[in-house]
T-cell receptor, first 114, second 110 residues
């Protein structure tokens, strides 16, 4: 099946620094990728839709200047959490769209901001 | 927006069939039903999808009612590794977005 790689799987950073998370589709091309965040014991919340070669589409309430998304190629999308603060600590998950709207998910990145 | 309703939690004995229901009474004619699951602290995993007919793959079976207002995911012989949160969803508009509800937390017990 289709594989999506997400890196890093776990990151700890100091408050005020920026963190970049990569999402790669390894064996297929994805014009569309999605970014989610998940707090403990809660469901996934869609943050944004990442479109190759164009600007990302953000969900209501998600700060686009806070969460920078770049989708420069058909196999790579990145999410940068800028000036991270403790409230940004969460589990971030990406997915890439395959055939018939099936999405394949990365393993997630656990971000802890001190 | 098509919404889904699932029980919050279910238990199943190891080796028995797990039947997970989902109501989607507002589904439109061209919307597929998708099932995913999320094992603790991992990314969600695609299981199966269907439009009208029942579907089966190596992981599960999907039974969709004739009026398409509900469906049931069947894990024929549940194992401990099937313990996870199971999500039933429809595609949001045509943009491919998945909107996750709360899902059903399935606990498979020895």
């Amino acid at each position: 099946g289709a594989v999506v790689s997400q890196h890093p799987s776990w990151v700890i950073c100091k408050s005020g620094t920026s963190v970049k998370i990569e999402c790669r589709s390894l064996d297929f091309q994805a014009t569309t990728m999605f970014w989610y965040r998940q707090f403990p014991k809660q469901s996934l919340m869609l943050m944004a839709t990442s479109n190759e070669g164009s600007k990302a589409t953000y969900e209501q309430g998600v700060e686009k200047d806070k969460f920078l998304i770049n989708h420069a190629s058909l196999t790579l999308s990145t999410l940068t959490v800028t000036s991270a603060h403790p409230e940004d600590s969460s589990f971030y998950i990406c997915s890439a769209g395959g055939q018939i709207n099936i999405q394949y998910f990365g393993a997630g990145t656990r971000l802890s901001v001190l | 927006d098509a919404k889904t309703t699932q029980p919050t939690s279910m238990d199943c004995a190891e080796g028995r069939a797990a039947n997970l229901p989902c109501n989607h009474s507002t589904i439109s004619g061209n919307e597929y039903v998708y099932w995913y699951r999320q094992i603790h602290s991992q990314g969600p995993q695609y299981i199966i999808h269907g439009l009208k007919n029942n579907e089966t793959n190596e992981m599960a079976s999907l039974i969709i009612t004739e009026d398409r207002k509900s469906s049931t995911l069947i894990l024929p012989h549940a194992t401990l590794r099937d313990t996870a949160v199971y999500y039933c969803m429809m595609i949001y508009n045509q943009g491919g977005k998945l909107i996750f509800g709360q899902g059903t937390e399935l606990s498979v017990k020895p």
